[in-house]
């Protein structure tokens, strides 16, 4: 396994004119953001693809008054066009352009999307706290005292290479609620045909219930579908029927390799604190289904990740959920909160070892390693002369082999990808047993470790040796 850097963050900060982005606010371009900074940050995430970015830019940045009250911050920009940035963004819980947030030593406390109006922008700026979120300037905020509808942004990642047409195959699946409004982006390989946008289904299941609402080659429980502008209610006597009734229509945005769609809560018949599943698929010239995100699993937006085990039907002759042991990790050991692990969990779930981890921040997914040693013996497998052992390593979403030829070396072959999905500031991880040579009940020691956007190691759990599991 060959591993790519990805792009750093642009080493000396870029200043735009101010007239590029209007007015006097002082802007600097960057990639990344500096999570350690003590100053008060303004991050403001625009696309040239985006009008609504254009006219943020035109009508709002350039007023001399917002330009005045940006004074007090370290403004930047985030091009989301560039990999590293789009990264960010997603990192971030930016699904949606422009967004702006207002960040404190890397905490965000305020955020304003998808809005460009000046006086709304002014209000924010003296007072980013009171906004956590904006909806289209058509769409009412909730009364004061009204439930906001806010969740922790949830993500999934689907194979690059499972469908040979780039602008029909997914990478990836995004959800937010914010504001009353929830907010979906599709990722693709390449930039999505605008004038195909048929092709691009997304199916919301509002009730959590799979017995009802239209089921596809993979996934079931579809009560409305999303095709472009068009929200669509299912209508079908059988769950195979393809019958919709007449669309609404919501919002959705081009932007890079994603569509985002953003629909009002209310436009679905679910309870207000209730969980929601979404799906996605792409279709070819005969309307026959070619890529699914996710491939073997709904994501599940409304509920964070627990670190007790959800039961779920097991497989023949599996074991049942077993209690998750946690081992604990010092907090702000890391130089990055997005790398700083606070605590790992591990147990059992039919035949399946789940593990989630806990960070200090919204994980940077790509920079996670899991080391299993699967047969407990540290003669074999991968070391680095602290560590020894490792027969399976997880990197991000796929599940790694370490060849016995290898020796000790850094050496991985047979990449399967595994679930994972990331809910706020927790990462859960199914690894299939039979895949990693894990038996029930049989010892297995692990560790785990993060990476930063140079490949440096960042953090450890634990901090020195390993963890063995089941307890013994």
């Not at 040239?48 to 403004?75: F, G, N």
């Not at 990462?427 to 785990?448: D, H, K, T």
Request: proline content about 8%; some cysteine; charged content about 20%.
């Amino acid at each position: 396994m060959n591993r790519i850097a990805p792009s750093l963050a642009t080493a000396a900060l870029l200043a735009l004119p101010s007239m590029m982005m209007g007015g006097g606010v002082s802007w600097s371009m960057q990639d990344t953001l500096d999570a350690s900074s003590s100053a008060r940050t303004l991050a403001y995430f625009r696309s040239d693809d985006s009008v609504l970015c254009l006219e943020v830019e035109e009508d709002v940045w350039s007023d001399p008054r917002v330009a005045d009250a940006t004074r007090p911050y370290k403004c930047v920009f985030v091009d989301v066009k560039s990999p590293a940035a789009a990264s960010t963004a997603l990192r971030q819980g930016v699904y949606v352009v422009p967004t702006t947030l207002v960040l404190e030593g890397g905490r965000e406390v305020g955020r304003l999307e998808r809005l460009a109006e000046r006086e709304a922008t002014l209000r924010f700026l003296e007072k980013p706290e009171t906004v956590l979120a904006q909806a289209p300037a058509s769409a009412p905020l909730p009364a004061q005292g009204t439930r906001t509808g806010n969740s922790e942004p949830v993500f999934m990642e689907d194979s690059a290479a499972d469908y040979s047409v780039p602008e029909l195959n997914l990478i990836g699946l995004a959800a937010v609620e914010q504001a009353g409004r929830i907010t979906i982006q599709i990722r693709l390989q390449s930039p999505p045909d605008a004038g195909a946008l048929g092709r691009y289904n997304v199916y919301v299941d509002a009730d959590d219930n799979e017995e009802t609402g239209f089921a596809d080659a993979k996934h079931r429980g579809a009560d409305y579908l999303i095709q472009g502008a068009n929200f669509y209610k299912f209508g079908g006597a059988q769950p195979t029927e393809w019958n919709w009734l007449p669309p609404r229509t919501i919002t959705f945005n081009l932007r890079g390799q994603g569509v985002s769609y953003s629909f009002d809560r209310s436009m679905i018949a679910a309870p207000p604190d209730s969980q929601i599943n979404i799906w996605s698929s792409t279709v070819d010239d005969s309307w026959n289904p070619v890529d699914w995100a996710p491939d073997d699993r709904r994501l599940t937006l409304g509920k964070g990740i627990s670190l007790a085990s959800t039961p779920q039907p097991a497989g023949p002759g599996s074991p049942p959920v077993a209690e998750a042991t946690v081992f604990s990790d010092p907090a702000g050991d890391a130089d990055q909160p997005q790398n700083d692990f606070v605590s790992a969990a591990v147990n059992y779930q039919g035949n399946d070892l789940r593990v989630v981890l806990e960070y200090n921040a919204t994980p940077n997914l790509n920079g996670l390693h899991v080391m299993i040693d699967a047969d407990a013996d540290p003669t074999t497998g991968f070391g680095d002369g602290v560590r020894d052992g490792a027969d399976f390593m997880v990197e991000g979403v796929s599940l790694y082999r370490h060849p016995p030829s290898a020796g000790k070396n850094w050496q991985w072959e047979n990449p399967v990808e595994i679930p994972t999905r990331v809910i706020g500031k927790r990462v859960e991880i199914l690894v299939p047993r039979s895949r990693a040579g894990i038996v029930y009940n049989q010892p297995i020691r692990l560790w785990f470790s993060t990476t930063d956007d140079a490949w440096a190691p960042s953090d450890w759990l634990p901090d020195s040796g390993v963890v063995k599991f089941p307890k013994q």
